[in-house]
């Protein structure tokens, strides 16, 4: 069938809206009506860095209804609800044993460009188009694996959850799934875009006593104290180790470090307490650490975590159930944007106007 796809032709190139051909979902497949995507980073950085093949339709937060089954295809109907997350094989250890966010064949089924058996749904004329996190959702449809397929509550405004599947689940799962600081502790996070904000909202639900918000920009900084930050940092004006140490005593519990900001890196390790454990969670580049001063002496933790460590299928509902209660306000992060203002949508991600921006594609 023909639909319209936010086509990247070259490495650095423009979105481009064209109408592709989308192949009918195979065995195991399910195809969905996209209504909204969320506007991520890592999307930037396949974009501009080549995180994967071109010519590409990018998109990787969607959420939407279910349109097609292929054969195979068991626990989904047409017409439900759903939101889209990572590809993953299903069948290798780490997937069996709970962990898909590090599946032996993640960085194949997700940069690769192809679906599962090497194959492409995508095409622009005679030209295959590579598909990003098995399922390329800045398009009007997508045709996935129906293990990437969250069950989504109807209930609640399908646009909304599209950022669930990625950059919010990474944020909640890493304090939630990974760190699961304990009650009373203390937790640092340092960034507060959407997966920043997401990881104050989930250290509230776990109850943490202080929840310590780092930034450079005053308006996110109140916004997380909103969310459930008891402390606000401003990185740009103060010492942040030193700020930590005033706040907790000797050091945080936790950190959750979202900037990739190197010398960040490092003041999350060495605002730790003692046996202190900070979670890595941006695309970060070399970091030059003082192994002695900054981990072991103390007996601290630096761990890298990917996509919360999360099983979506079963995390998400858990976000969602949260949110009805009021107790995870995520869509305060939300704007909406319609698919032609997708640039402005990406560039007021990279300026920090927007928190979540979300393409609106559909009803």
Known sequence: MQIQAAVISEQGHDFEWQTVELAEPSMGEVRVRIVATGVCHTDAVARD?????????????????????????NGLEVGDHVVLSFAHCGGCGHCLTGHPTVCDAFNELNFGGAMDDGSHRLAR??????????????????????????????????????????????????????????????????GCGAVGLSAIMAARIVGCRQIIAVDVHDNRLELALELGATHAINGQQEDTVERVREI????????????????????????????????????????????????????????????????????????????????????????????EQIHQAFEDSKKGTTVKPVIQIGQ
Do not use: W
């Open 248 to 339: 907790t005593g000797s050091g945080s519990q936790f950190a959750v470090e979202t900037t990739g900001v190197p010398m960040v890196v490092r003041q999350s390790l060495q605002a730790l307490c003692p046996l202190g454990v900070s979670a890595i969670v941006g695309v970060t580049p070399e970091v030059t650490l003082d192994v002695h001063h900054d981990l072991m002496a103390e007996g601290k933790s630096m761990i890298g975590v990917i996509e919360g460590d999360s099983v979506p299928r079963v995390f998400i509902p858990q976000l969602i159930a949260y949110f009805k209660e009021g107790r995870f306000p995520f869509d305060r992060l939300v704007r909406f944007y319609a698919p």
């Open 125 to 190: 004329g005679d030209e295959a188009l590579a598909t990003f996190f098995g399922q390329s959702s800045f398009a009007t449809h997508a045709v996935v694996s129906a293990r990437n397929v969250v069950l989504a509550d109807p209930e609640v405004n399908l646009a909304l959850l599209g950022p669930l599947g990625c950059g919010i689940q990474t944020g909640a799962g890493t304090v939630l799934n990974r760190l699961k600081p304990e009650f009373g502790s203390s937790l640092v996070v340092y």
């Open 49 to 73: 860095l080549g995180l994967a093949p071109f010519p590409i339709v990018l998109g990787h937060e969607g959420a939407g209804v279910v349109e097609a089954l292929g054969d195979g295809v």
